[in-house]
């Protein structure tokens, strides 16, 4: 990889500082993004920012009404917390299936959030909660917060401190893995807030969206038979070698039944 | 048979020790003193004249020692990379050969065709000066499909080629099979497509070379399965370097599958430059490099005929296939998609009549080569999936249409239409036996227990025969080889009674080391830790061909066999001086020399001694020492054959198609090491499930840009992809090797396309699917599903 | 940068660049050989090593992130344990997990991170966890055989840990 001066700050403000001083500078969390897009010299960074000794970024707290979790949080840790997975089990499936045990042991919900990839699984629950990114500075929406494929309303030297996710009365997450990445090729997340409900997707087109027609069908009956009418336009989504955008269409739907029918399995007894 | 540690024996590898610890000297784990690092560029575009390059900014770069182009090296007189082996045309004619030079001069011909070697005091260095080599391309169009390549005012690979076709090639009789067509009751047919396979061993190819001026010897140690033939093809072919001034040494090999057995520019170009610089200087692959740079494997397009009458009885068989060579003759490409193939299209039947045309076609795409299995997995599957399509028509059962026509053990050997005589087997034997295991008739129970969870559940069968332990110099050489390629073996049995083996084979995976030694155990009554075998060194071990084509055993086997007899025909002979008898009375059994008859013996270990310390030894007739040597061409190919069953089942609304089980029956022949084989069979069907299910290598058709060219894209089974499998052997005896051996390394990737597929074809064959093109993957599967859906409701 | 981690249970102090690889640092600086490099896209799991007890690709690591941790490599496995061999390395040799070698050390140091975190395993629960482990050359039925049974010989040592 190419050269560059690596700095390990111990306060956020120090590292919004970092990030601040070139537009060369990229924040390093897990990692399992950055590096393999720096060894592949996609990316040359001038100068590297180690989130790693800032305080206070890890860890699962329930209060109330939401999970919060640190942006440092790891994959591994989300998936193993025995809080995350009592308020919102679907958040602790979803993470758990994000790439293989190691990856899962380094990747943190920050760095997932922060570089949007229209793969990544955690975006699909962000907007599915309608979650609230927490940064150094203000809080940030999930319906604004991913803009475009690996876009997101983050200023550059902006730092994810957390995400808070309301709990929902049920949630659940689909995910139809492609086969050679094991990426999303379409993740499902639904989650029901009385008799509102929000369905977002992954994997099917440039950035996660969230699906009206899908919502308005649920929202109305909360089981997967009024999916059995519903379709998705091909138009907007995906093609590429493992699926054109008919398929995925397809998919979306089959994992948004998915999603649901693990909602109802999961959900606490009202 | 010693029970403990000889021919039979599960015995524990003796060659884990330094891989489970992290010990094993692959060739990327050397360091040479004062070794600089070399990295290739390479052409981002899939055709094009090179106009100009200028290495000058690259050149003055922090950490640079030099940058060589094609330029440098034709200059310096390197040749070109040799093809050693030519087919010939129907017609009598030789093949198109064009030259191939080591790195690109005036034209590329594949993204990935090498055209600047930068060699630098690090890898990072190298790689920075690379991108600052300014290369002036002129792009032109490329042909990408072989369907394309074909067509009229397609763009030429080569400006001498206009019809981008390198062979034209046949076997068997047009006439015969005409007329067999002609009487037939039923034709049944089919289209299909053999995809590209990228072989993708776990270790990247690389190569560290070294020059030592003081000695004027060169030293390379490279990923290769055949270090000897690399040492004569570049020595002699391509550097001009004596072959007493060149040592090869491919060390632990991390798997090859065929991607190591040839000889690559990049090995060229380390060795030639490593004298330029008057440095070592290593070379590794990265992967994604990897996919643009290692030959590739089989890319067919087929349509094929079988005619049959009433009853089902094969009559003729009609295959034309068009085969990628690529944008260059790999080492053994023509070789691959003709002999290896046309030649086994009678499988295990009695089909009197075959005709084979295969076209071999240049594309600009990387070389294609020898994959594991090599031409007899696409000849099985195109056979195996004709078989499945003709019974399906015609209303027979998939078992019973193949029992009809098997060839039945009575009649081997048996000649084929097509050349090869098949020297034993037992195909009925390996048909009833998988029957019987998989439960071949308790399938329906199980197809309802799916249905009920709304899956399609599907069974398939697929019974064949290959041919490999190359190879038989005198069938190969009239078949277009280049060279004969036979097999030697040393003994040296050290004055301890210690035991070394010099092999010309090369293991990488295969368990030589224990199973060499197993052989040797067998013959001498010798414990296997006493035996060592050696391999990879062309300074230690004498002239061999390698491994690949699943020839150790058969081949190498053979010799060793034949070299250790060499040796207790020694003793025999000192023995018989040593108890006064005539070598005719002295029998070797258990490790002793015995007087027939009588209780006077002398130990292995004592003719040993007499051998070196020369004490009873008869000095005026027989030379001291106990080192023999053999050197083995053999008699005919070997020719094992299995049937195997998979059952699969795939979820509609996805189209995923999830390997439930799979049972293999082979017959490799007497069975070395239970263990070993069972371990090559997993790893052999894997690879051919993965060509079924999950690989394929993607080019844009127009661009000539690779779509998968890293693990992200090119998907490679995991564990999760695959079931237990149960393996069975059946061996009947190889009439000609040693132990009557067949090899196995390559039958289960040769078996398991055929075999997953018919059984993909079966669970959906309700919605009239007659056939699945490779890999069936979820999204193929889920549009023939839904194109059959929107069938019905349109006709509703 | 100066960096002090601990390998194998030996302290190591080095400069090296911000740039340098765990991979590389092992490899290169240590001539600890023994974890591969199998890819270039954080896949193949050839490179897995333990970074506190826990199982990482050593590829997708920066060393300086390393800097003041526990790395334990296949080399560093058994001794650290202090045993000749580890009960998942003898598991592989027993239950020939292994041809080429080349996948090994990642393999057995997953497996190891595996049958720490798992209690009483189940082929399905092997399986997908070496979905980070790529193999060519097993078709993965022994390496599972492998797995449970190192993960049963660890449990049965004190306190199943090691």
Redesign the interface.
């Known amino acids: 990889m190419k050269d560059f001066s690596y700095h390990r700050p111990s306060t956020v403000s120090e590292a919004v500082a970092l990030l601040a001083a070139g537009d060369e500078s990229r924040a390093l969390s897990g990692g399992m993004t950055l590096l393999p897009t720096m060894k592949q010299r996609l990316a040359s960074p001038k100068a590297i920012v180690d989130l790693a000794a800032l305080p206070g970024l890890t860890g699962v707290a329930v209060d109330g009404g939401n999970v919060t979790i640190g942006a440092m949080t790891t994959h591994a840790e989300v998936a193993g917390s025995a809080a995350a997975r009592t308020a919102i089990p679907a958040l602790s499936t979803l993470a758990g299936l994000i790439g293989d045990p190691q990856v899962r042991h380094r990747g943190t919900i920050g760095g997932s959030v922060a570089n949007a990839d229209p793969a990544a699984d955690y975006p699909a629950a962000v907007l599915g909660l309608g979650a609230t990114i927490v940064t150094d500075r203000r809080e940030i929406a999930a319906d604004v917060f991913f803009t475009a494929m690996f876009q997101t309303a983050l200023a550059p030297d902006e730092i994810v401190v957390a995400v808070r996710f309301p709990i929902p009365d049920a949630a659940g997450y689909a995910k139809f893995k492609s086969q050679a990445s094991r990426f999303a090729l379409v993740g499902v997340f639904v989650a029901r807030f009385g008799n509102s409900v929000r369905v977002a997707i992954t994997g099917a087109g440039p950035a996660v969206f969230r699906s009206q027609d899908i919502e308005d069908a649920l929202a109305a009956n909360f089981t997967s038979q009024p999916l059995a009418r519903i379709s998705i336009a091909p138009s907007g989504l995906t093609s590429d070698i493992h699926a054109d955008s008919e398929y995925r269409a397809h998919l979306v739907v089959v994992m948004a039944r998915r999603a649901v029918e693990q909602a109802l399995r999961d959900q606490k007894p009202s | 048979m010693n029970a403990h540690t000889g021919i039979g024996a599960s015995l524990?590898?003796k060659?884990?020790?330094?891989?489970?610890?992290?010990?094993?000297n692959?060739v990327?784990?050397i360091?040479r003193p004062d070794m600089a690092m070399g990295v290739f560029l390479r052409s981002p575009h899939a055709h094009a004249n090179i106009k100009a390059i200028d290495i000058k900014v690259a050149a003055a770069m922090p950490g640079v020692v030099a940058i060589f182009t094609g330029a440098d090296l034709q200059a310096d007189g390197v040749g070109g990379l040799p093809c050693a082996w030519g087919v010939s045309n129907a017609d009598g004619t030789p093949m198109k050969e064009p030259p191939r030079s080591a790195m690109a001069v005036d034209k590329v011909r594949c993204v990935g065709d090498a055209v600047a070697f930068v060699i630098a005091e690090t890898v990072?260095q190298a790689?920075?000066a690379a991108?600052a080599i300014l290369i002036d391309y002129e792009v032109l169009p490329a042909v990408v499909g072989v369907l394309d390549a074909i067509r009229p005012g397609a763009a030429a690979v080569f400006d001498d080629i206009p019809d981008n076709t390198c062979f034209d090639w046949e076997c068997g009789d047009a006439k015969t099979t005409a007329a067999a067509f002609r009487n037939a009751a039923h034709i049944a047919k089919i289209s299909l497509v053999n995809n590209r396979l990228v072989g993708?061993?776990?270790?990247?190819r690389a190569a560290v070379a070294e020059y030592d001026a003081g000695r004027d010897h060169y030293t390379m140690w490279t990923t290769s399965q055949f270090p000897h033939v690399v040492k004569v093809l570049m020595g002699n072919f391509v550097l001009k370097i004596p072959q007493h001034k060149l040592r090869i040494v491919a060390p632990?090999?991390?798997?090859g599958?065929g991607v190591k057995q040839f000889l690559y520019a990049e090995e060229i170009i380390t060795t030639w430059a490593s004298r330029k610089v008057n440095r070592p200087i290593k070379w590794v692959n990265?992967?994604?490099e990897g996919f643009l740079s290692d030959a590739h494997g089989r890319d067919h397009v087929s349509e094929a005929e079988l005619a049959l009458d009433e009853t089902g009885r094969f009559l003729g068989l009609k295959v034309r296939t068009i085969a990628n060579m690529g944008g260059y003759l790999s080492t053994f490409g023509p070789n691959i998609p003709t002999n290896l193939y046309g030649l086994l299209l009678a499988g295990v039947y009695t089909t009197p009549a075959i005709h084979c045309e295969v076209k071999g076609v240049f594309t600009n795409t990387v070389p294609v080569d020898a994959y594991r299995g090599a031409g007899r997995p696409e000849a099985t599957f195109l056979l195996e999936r004709l078989v499945d399509v003709a019974a399906s028509e015609m209303k027979i059962d998939k078992a019973a249409i193949r029992r009809l026509n098997m060839i039945d053990a009575s009649q081997f050997p048996y000649q084929t239409p097509v050349i090869l005589k098949y020297d034993s087997g037992d195909p009925k034997a390996c048909l009833d036996k998988v029957l019987e295991v998989a439960d071949w008739t308790g399938f329906a129970k199980r197809k309802q227990e799916s249905q009920a969870r709304g899956k399609l559940r599907g069974i398939g069968l697929c019974t064949y025969v290959e041919a490999c332990g190359l190879a038989p110099s005198r069938i190969v050489q009239s078949l277009g080889a280049r060279a004969g390629i036979f097999e030697s073996a040393t003994v040296r049995v050290h004055v301890t009674g210690d035991i070394t083996v010099l092999i010309g084979t090369h293991n990488?995976?295969?368990?030589h080391e224990t199973t060499f030694a197993q052989i040797v155990s067998e013959k001498l009554s010798i414990p296997t830790d006493k035996i060592e075998i050696v391999f990879g060194d062309t300074d230690k071990v004498q002239f061999g061909l390698g491994t690949y084509g699943s020839r150790s055993l058969a081949v190498g086997g053979t010799a060793l066999v034949k070299a250790t007899d060499k040796i207790i025909a020694k003793g025999v002979k000192i023995a018989a001086h040593m108890l006064e008898a005539g070598e005719n009375d002295i029998v070797f059994e258990n490790g002793s020399f015995a007087v027939q008859g009588t209780d006077r013996s002398k130990s292995f270990g004592d003719v040993v001694g007499a051998a070196y310390g020369l004490v009873n030894f008869p000095v005026d007739v027989l030379e001291p020492g106990m080192e023999e040597k053999a050197f083995y061409d053999p008699v005919n190919f070997t020719y094992p054959g299995g049937a195997h069953i998979a059952e699969v089942e795939i979820d509609p609304?996805?189209?995923t198609v999830e390997l439930l089980s799979y049972v293999a029956v082979d017959d490799v022949g007497t069975v070395i090491n239970p263990?070993?084989v069972?371990?090559q069979?997993?790893?052999?069907?894997?690879?051919g499930v993965g060509q079924a299910l999950?690989e394929?290598c993607?080019y844009d058709e127009t661009s000539g840009q690779m779509?998968?060219a890293?693990?992200?894209?090119?998907?490679?089974p995991?564990?999760?992809?695959?079931p237990?499998?149960k393996i069975v052997t059946q061996p009947t005896l190889c009439t000609h090797t040693s132990f009557g051996v067949k090899g196995c390394g390559e039958v289960?990737t040769i078996g398991s396309p055929a075999t997953v597929v018919n059984a993909v074809v079966d669970a959906l064959s309700h919605l009239g699917v007659s056939h699945v093109d490779m890999p069936a993957?979820?999204?193929r599967i889920?549009?023939i599903i839904?194109n059959s859906a929107n069938q019905l409701r349109a006709t509703e | 940068m100066n960096v002090e981690i601990l390998v194998n249970g030996k302290k190591v102090n080095a400069d090296i660049s911000p740039a340098l690889l765990l991979s590389e640092f092992l490899r290169e600086t240590l001539d600890l050989t023994g974890t591969h490099v199998g890819c270039d896209t954080s896949q193949c799991g050839a490179c897995v090593v333990h970074v506190d007890g826990l199982s990482m690709k050593s590829c997708t690591l920066l060393a300086v992130a390393v800097d003041g941790k526990s790395v334990t490599t296949i080399e560093g496995l058994a001794k650290t344990a202090g045993v000749d061999l580890h009960p998942m390395q003898e598991a592989f040799h027993l239950n020939h997990g292994l041809q080429c070698g080349f996948c090994t050390p990642g393999m057995i140091m997953s497996a190891v991170d595996f049958a720490r975190q798992t209690p009483n395993p189940t082929e399905g629960d092997v399986r997908h966890w070496l979905e980070g482990n790529i193999c060519r050359c097993t078709g993965y039925q022994n390496i599972v055989a492998a797995v449970l049974a190192g993960a049963a010989a660890m449990q049965t040592q004190a306190g199943g840990r090691s």
């Open positions: 524990l590898r060659e884990d020790r330094r891989f489970i610890t992290g010990k094993g692959y990327a784990d360091k990072d790689r920075e991108d993708n061993p776990m270790e990247p632990d090999v991390g798997g599958f990265e992967r994604s990488h995976g295969q368990g609304d996805c189209g263990m070993i069972a371990g069979l997993h790893g052999g069907i894997a690879q999950y394929n993607v779509l998968s890293s693990f992200m894209d090119y998907c490679m995991r564990a999760d992809n695959l237990n499998m289960g993957t979820p999204s889920w549009r839904n």
